[in-house]
């Protein structure tokens, strides 16, 4: 079974910028998330993600807020782990990032 959640349009982050992301986790029970921040292979979760609680509502998981640092890497990698349907799924998403003032 292919988890990942890699979206056409990837979302893009800039520099200084706070956001959280909803995802949709097919299947009829979803309990125990949380999610690790990759860049580079490396986990930076308690750097990005310095505060809050991911959130499950149903099938819909939000992420902590992401908060962008002032020089961020090109790309992270967001794995959000969480039971479905008694089984332990692992589903990944990407986010891209630009500095302030770069022009896309």
Do not use: H, Q
């Amino acid at each position: 079974m292919n988890n990942d959640i890699w979206p056409p349009d990837v979302p893009v982050m800039t520099a200084g910028e706070t956001l959280t992301f909803s995802c949709i986790i097919p299947g009829s029970s979803v309990s125990s998330p949380s999610m690790k921040v990759y860049a580079n292979k490396t986990d930076v979760t308690s750097i990005i993600c310095p505060s809050g609680s991911i959130t499950v509502s149903g099938n819909i998981v939000t992420t902590k807020p992401i908060v962008m640092p002032g020089n961020p890497a090109a790309r992270y990698v967001i794995e959000i782990t969480c039971t479905v349907d008694g089984n332990i799924e692992i589903r990944p998403f990407m986010v891209y990032t630009r500095p302030n003032g770069e022009e896309r």
